[in-house]
């Protein structure tokens, strides 16, 4: 699995750049985790509700995945 992960890199960064963005103008997740961090996703009167979670997940998933491979493809220095 740590292979796939650093391996598919390239994938990853294509995901990221299409459903990870999509709809692009603006960038979706970004609006989603604008939401999240300005703390109105935890309100119960206009919070986020299983499907704006959903969407933070699906939109989110390439993005952890990219950064995962980013992570294990630093090389690594042995003295």
Known sequence: MKKQLKNNW???LLASLTLGLAPFNPPHIWGKLQW???GNAFS?????????WFDVLL???PWILLLISGILNIPKNKK
């Open 44 to 52: 119960p009167e206009n919070g986020m509700k299983a499907k704006d």
């Open 59 to 61: 939109h989110g998933t």
């Open 10 to 12: 390239k994938i990853f």
């Open 36 to 38: 999240i961090l300005g």
